[in-house]
């Protein structure tokens, strides 16, 4: 109905929006891309590390903020490329909470390994609006990361509270979260509806630090 960019029409297959968060007073929608766009085309979406992470006004029903989202090389995950060489496009963000005002946890993952960060909205600049017309040349997309502060952008701060790697026994396709206190998390698995025979699991975890 209009209320988010048209930009983001040229989403990925399977990449739209998978995560979304609601601030302490309810007031703000949090949301992220899975995956950066295929702006301009899907060679863009395969190498590009930049993500689209929305605020949206539920009562004015529009959004305030679009931010860009950094995800990680694949080369840390490192369970992942235990037997090969994974790919930029692999990396995706499965799952976000909002843990105070313009405070996110965010979930970036591949399959084997899950890394949650810390996310704070203060010191990012908001994406400039030529960022979401398709006739910008290059597009967000085909930036790199060095080229970002000459565009005008800042992007999201992350800090790193849990790498399931340097945690034995973790399942695989951890993909949500659940935030009960400031150190205690349960994380779920995607079980891909059983096809294959795979359990839901659940696993309590408890940060060495709490949220800040």
Do not use: W
Not at 35 to 41: C, E, F, H, K, T
Not at 167 to 196: R, S, Y
Request: glycine share 4%.
């Amino acid at each position: 109905h209009g209320k988010l960019p048209a930009i983001l029409v040229k989403r990925e297959l399977n990449r739209g929006l998978e995560s979304i968060a609601v601030s302490p007073d309810e007031a703000t929608l949090y949301f992220v891309m899975q995956s950066p766009l295929a702006n301009p085309d899907e060679a863009a979406f395969k190498s590009s590390r930049l993500l689209r992470l929305f605020s949206f006004d539920r009562k004015a029903e529009a959004v305030k903020h679009e931010y860009v989202y950094q995800i990680d090389t694949p080369d840390a995950f490192k369970a992942d490329n235990a037997k090969k060489a994974r790919k930029q496009g692999d990396v995706k963000v499965s799952e976000m909470a909002a843990i105070g005002p313009d405070r996110l946890l965010v979930l970036e993952r591949i399959s084997k390994t899950t890394l949650l960060y810390e996310v704070d909205l203060a010191g990012a600049t908001p994406l400039p609006a030529r960022f979401d017309d398709v006739a910008t040349k290059p597009s967000l997309e085909q930036l790199q990361s060095e080229d970002l502060a000459a565009a005008g952008i800042v992007p999201l701060k992350k800090t790193l509270i849990f790498n399931s790697d340097d945690h034995a026994g973790m399942p695989d396709k951890i993909e949500g979260v659940a935030v009960i206190d400031p150190k205690t998390l349960v994380l779920v698995t995607d079980n891909d509806f059983g096809i294959d025979g795979a359990k839901t699991k659940m696993v309590r975890v408890t940060l060495d630090k709490p949220l800040n």
